[in-house]
T-cell receptor, first 113, second 113 residues
C-alpha cells in the first residue's frame, strides 16, 4: 500500500534545543497533517496544511507543505519537557471525500531537562 | 462536549473469544474511522464509514467487522480474536467543515493471549 517515510524514528535532545522532523512519499498528497501523541493518549492535531508551499505556525511549532506535494516537515523551537511524545505526519491522497489518511511511522521525541 | 469516546480502555481476551469495541462522537461528524497502532508502524486504517449507512475496508480489515449504528456510533467487532490482533485501537471522526482533520479518541488497549 501507500507509504509515508517519516524520519528520524527517534530523537533525544536537551531542553531548549530546536527539533526538526520530516515525511516524504513517492505519492502526491493534497493535505498534510501533523499530530502529537502523549503516552497513553490518542493523537492530537497540531497543524494542518492544505496548499503546496504553505508554511504554518502554531506557537513554537512550524510546519511546511512541500512544493512538490510529496513531503512535509515539522520544526519545534526551544523544546521543553512537555514536548515529549510521538509525532506523526499524515497525508491524504486525491480529492475524494472519504477523508482517508495515511500515517507515517512516527518520531519519538525525548527531552532532557 | 466529550469529543470522541471509546470503551473499554483496556481488555484482555483469550484466543477465539469475541468482543466489540465501542466508539461514539458528539461533534455531529459524518465520517468515522477505526485504526490500529502497533510499535514502529504508525496508525493503520482498519475500516471507515464516510457517512451514516456506509462502511468500507481500509488497509488491514481481515479479522474485523464494523457497524455504523447511527451518526454518533461506530463499533468494531472481533469475531474470533487472535494474538496478532493485540494492539491499541483508536477511533476517529471527521466533520464536513473540518476538511481532512480527524479527531481521535483515547484508545482501547487490547491483549489477546
Amino acid at each position: 500500500g501507500q507509504q509515508l517515510n517519516q524520519s528520524p524514528q527517534s530523537m533525544f535532545i536537551q531542553e531548549g534545543e530546536d527539533v526538526s522532523m520530516n515525511c516524504t512519499s513517492s505519492s502526491i498528497f493534497n493535505t498534510w497533517l501533523w499530530y502529537k501523541q502523549d503516552p497513553g493518549e490518542g493523537p492530537v492535531l497540531l497543524i494542518a496544511l492544505y496548499k503546496a508551499g504553505e508554511l504554518t505556525s502554531n506557537g513554537r511549532l512550524t510546519a511546511q507543505f512541500g512544493i512538490t506535494r510529496k513531503d512535509s516537515f515539522l520544526n519545534i523551537s526551544a523544546s521543553i519537557p512537555s514536548d515529549v511524545g510521538i509525532y506523526f505526519c499524515a497525508g491524504q491522497l486525491g480529492s475524494g471525500n472519504t477523508g482517508k489518511l495515511i500515517f507515517g511511522q512516527g518520531t519519538t521525541l525525548q527531552v532532557k531537562p | 462536549n466529550a469529543g470522541v469516546t471509546q470503551t473499554p480502555k483496556f481488555q484482555v481476551l483469550k484466543t477465539g473469544q469475541s468482543m466489540t469495541l465501542q466508539c461514539a462522537q458528539d461533534m455531529n461528524h459524518n465520517s468515522m474511522y477505526w485504526y490500529r497502532q502497533d510499535p514502529g508502524m504508525g496508525l493503520r486504517l482498519i475500516y471507515y464509514s464516510a457517512s451514516e449507512g456506509t462502511t468500507d475496508k481500509g488497509e488491514v480489515p481481515n479479522g474485523y467487522n464494523v457497524s455504523r449504528l447511527n451518526k454518533r456510533e461506530f463499533s468494531l467487532r472481533l469475531e474470533s480474536a487472535a494474538p496478532s490482533q493485540t494492539s491499541v485501537y483508536f477511533c476517529a471522526s471527521r466533520g464536513l467543515i473540518s476538511y481532512n482533520e480527524q479527531f481521535f479518541g483515547p484508545g482501547t488497549r487490547l491483549t489477546v493471549l
